[in-house]
C-alpha cells in the first residue's frame, strides 16, 4: 500500500472508531452520514451528532480532495507547485453539560505535485486541544498528560514544542490574545527528511489520533451527569462566541477550506449551535468563571 493510500485507510477507520465511541458516550443519539463529492476533485463523509444526550451538536468529518493549485492559493496559502493532495479527519464536539468541555481534533497530510504530476512536496499537521468552560484541573492534566506520553514516545522535545504551538495558536488576538481554551498540542508543515521520514510522521499522526478517545472520552463519562444552571449554560454559551470567533477570524483550515471552494456544510460544522455576543461582558473577579478567563490569558503547565 503506498503513503497516500495508507493514510486514507487510516483516516476512515479512525473515524468509524471515535464515531462509535462517542456514541456509546452519549447513549441516545447515532452520527448521520452525509457522503459529498467536491466538483473540483474528491470528497468526504461528513457524520453529525446533534440533540443528543450528552452532545448538542458534534461532527467527526474525513475528506479525501485533490485539485489544481490556483492563484489565489498561491497568493494567500503561500504554496506552489502545479496540483495538490489532502486527506484528514477532522472533529469537533459541543457539549450540553457545561462541566463537559469541548474538543477539537484535526490530523491530515497534504501533497503538492509538479506539472508532471510528480510528488514535488508532503508535510503532516494536526493536533487536539480542549476548550472547557469551567476550569477541572484534574481533567486538564489527564488531557495533557495523555498527549505528553504520545509525544514522549517518539521525541521528548515534542510535547513542549507542540503544546507552546497550540498555546500561541488557539488564541484570539484581536481580545488582548485571549485563547480559546486551555490547549493541546498543535503542528504543522512538518516535513519528511533524514532524521524522521514518511513513516514516522505517519506512524506520529496516528498514535496522536487514535489518543482522542483516552484523552476525551474519560473526561466526559466523568462530567456528563454534574448538576448544571441557567446561570452555567449563560456562560458556556458566552465562551462559544470567542470559539466562533475564533474559527471564523484565524482557522488556517477555515481559511484554506473557503479559499479552495471547499463544501460549507462541512467547513462550518465546527460551529456551535448556540452562543451569545452580549457587549464587553466579564464575569465578576473571583468566580469560577473568571478562573477560566484568567487560565485563558496566560498558558500554564499542566503534565508532569
Given at each position: 500500500?503506498?503513503?497516500?493510500?495508507?493514510w486514507i485507510a487510516f483516516i476512515e477507520?479512525?473515524?468509524?472508531?471515535?464515531?462509535?465511541?462517542v456514541e456509546l458516550s452519549d447513549g441516545t443519539a447515532p452520527f448521520i452520514e452525509d457522503k459529498w463529492e467536491r466538483p473540483e476533485g474528491g470528497g468526504g463523509r461528513t457524520r453529525v451528532i446533534s440533540n443528543g444526550a450528552v452532545f448538542e451538536k458534534g461532527g467527526i468529518n474525513t475528506s479525501v480532495v485533490y485539485g489544481e493549485v490556483t492563484n489565489p492559493m498561491r497568493e494567500q496559502l503561500k504554496i506552489g507547485g502545479d496540483s495538490w493532495f489532502a486527506c484528514g479527519i477532522s472533529i469537533v464536539l459541543h457539549p450540553i453539560?457545561?462541566?463537559?468541555p469541548t474538543v477539537h481534533c484535526n490530523y491530515r497530510m497534504f501533497e503538492l505535485y509538479d506539472d508532471?504530476?510528480?510528488?514535488?512536496d508532503r508535510w503532516f499537521g494536526g493536533g487536539t486541544d480542549l476548550t472547557p468552560y469551567y476550569l477541572l484541573e484534574e481533567d486538564a492534566v489527564h488531557f495533557h498528560t495523555t498527549y505528553k506520553n504520545v509525544c514522549d514516545g517518539f521525541d521528548p522535545s515534542f510535547y513542549p514544542l507542540f503544546k507552546k504551538e497550540c498555546d500561541f495558536y488557539f488564541v484570539n488576538k484581536h481580545r488582548n490574545n485571549e485563547r480559546r481554551g486551555i490547549g493541546g498540542i498543535f503542528y504543522d508543515y512538518k516535513k519528511p527528511d533524514d532524521q524522521k521520514d514518511t513513516g514516522f510522521w505517519m506512524a506520529f499522526g496516528k498514535a496522536c489520533g487514535e489518543a482522542?478517545?483516552?484523552a476525551y472520552i474519560p473526561i466526559v463519562e466523568k462530567r456528563k451527569h454534574t448538576p448544571y444552571t441557567g446561570a452555567h449554560k449563560h456562560w458556556q454559551e458566552i465562551r462559544r462566541g470567542r470559539y466562533v470567533e475564533f474559527n471564523l477570524v484565524h482557522d488556517r483550515g477555515t481559511i484554506f477550506g473557503l479559499k479552495t471552494n471547499g463544501r460549507i456544510e462541512s467547513i462550518l460544522m465546527?460551529?456551535?449551535?448556540?452562543v451569545r455576543f452580549e457587549y464587553n461582558y466579564q464575569p465578576p473577579a473571583g468566580t469560577e468563571e473568571d478562573k477560566l478567563l484568567q487560565a485563558?490569558?496566560?498558558?500554564?503547565?499542566?503534565?508532569?
Open positions: 500500500m503506498n503513503v497516500k493510500d495508507n477507520a479512525l473515524q468509524d472508531k471515535i464515531c462509535r465511541a453539560n457545561p462541566f463537559v508532471k504530476g510528480i510528488l514535488a482522542f478517545i483516552d465546527s460551529l456551535p449551535p448556540t485563558c490569558l496566560v498558558p500554564r503547565e499542566w503534565a508532569g
